[in-house]
């Protein structure tokens, strides 16, 4: 069984910066591929940014975070990242991290039913 955590949310200013973790156990996150998802109050669950399994892994951006969002990973240390830049008042969610059910390395599609594996969330709010 694979367990996220993740970590680094909060509150920040518009045009600020924060950083989120999610930290894997149970097994290696090498093979799987991961994403980051948010889900703003009385919104769908969206995938924000997604990247393939491997060390040199392909990366999927939403539009909405394209140049502003990097998604990252650390298969040594079975971490996945997402720097956030610029952050917007339409960017505050609860941003969920998610592995594949399957440890395919590729990146099967953005629905959510893909991700057989979740972390509990982490809130971020952008607001002056």
């Known amino acids: ?15 600020g ?3 989120l973790s999610c930290a894997a156990s149970g097994r290696s996150i090498s093979m799987y ?4 998802f948010r889900q703003a109050p009385g919104r769908e669950r969206e995938e924000v940014a997604a990247i393939t399994g491997w060390d040199d892994g392909s990366r999927v951006y939403t539009d909405s975070v394209k140049g502003r969002f990097t998604i ?3 298969n040594a240390k079975n971490i996945l990242s997402l720097q956030m830049n610029s952050l917007k008042p339409e960017d505050t969610a609860v941003y969920y991290c998610a592995a594949d059910s399957e440890p395919l390395g590729y990146l099967r599609g953005s629905d959510p039913a893909d991700f057989g594996f979740w972390g509990q969330g982490t809130r971020v709010t952008v607001s002056s």
Do not use: C
Request: aromatic share 4%.
């Open 1 to 15: 069984q694979l367990h996220l955590v993740e970590s680094g949310g909060g509150l920040v200013q518009p045009g």
């Open 72 to 74: 990252s990973r650390d």
């Open 17 to 19: 910066s924060l950083r």
């Open 33 to 36: 591929a991961m994403a980051w």
